[in-house]
């Protein structure tokens, strides 16, 4: 797992580095009707650390693991990330995602294997697990980091 959350800090680093090289007029534009500019995909992967933060605290003492979902296109509308800072929205991004690295690194090994039991990973996951006796913290962070790395690749496109 250590080298997993390197890589995950690496990945950060290096396409906050990318994100901010795109200019504050080219990170407004969508792609086409009905698709997220770049703003508003980082500003996604701002709730989408948000939400998996909660997750990856609470899976630690919480007798209950409530997980509720989200409503990603309210979240990004109600927040009116296209007309936030690309600056701010990019260096948020970036320190919460090194937070979370912070809080799996120091992650006890028992608990990021101990399996979830009363929700399923179709609930709450990216992509779900083919096996219950998978959905683990681990399994949640490894769909967290491919998540993102999906829609990186959208908002560098740009």
């Not at 990170?27 to 992967?45: C, D």
């Not at 997750?55 to 209950?64: H, L, P, S, T, Y």
């Not at 990330?81 to 120091?106: C, G, M, P, R, T």
């Not at 399996?115 to 609930?123: A, L």
Request: charged content about 25%; some cysteine; proline content about 4%.
């Amino acid at each position: 797992m250590k080298r997993d959350i390197s890589e995950f800090k690496a990945l950060i680093i290096a396409t906050s580095r990318e994100l901010l090289a795109i200019s504050e007029e080219a990170s407004t534009i969508s792609p086409a009707p009905g698709k997220w500019s770049p703003r508003q995909v980082i500003g996604h992967l701002i709730d989408s650390a948000c939400n998996n933060h909660q997750r990856f605290v609470r899976m630690q003492f919480a007798n209950d693991k409530f997980f509720p979902r989200y409503q990603q296109d309210d979240w990004v509308n109600v927040q009116h990330y296209q007309d936030e800072s690309w600056e701010v929205l990019v260096n948020l991004w970036k320190y919460y995602n090194l937070h979370i690295s912070h809080v799996i690194a120091a992650t006890p090994e028992n608990v990021l294997h101990e399996v979830i039991t009363k929700y399923t990973s179709e609930q709450i996951s990216w992509i779900p697990a083919e096996h219950k006796e998978k959905f683990t913290m681990e399994y949640l962070f490894t769909d967290y980091v491919e998540h993102m790395k999906h829609h990186l690749k959208q908002a560098l496109k740009s």
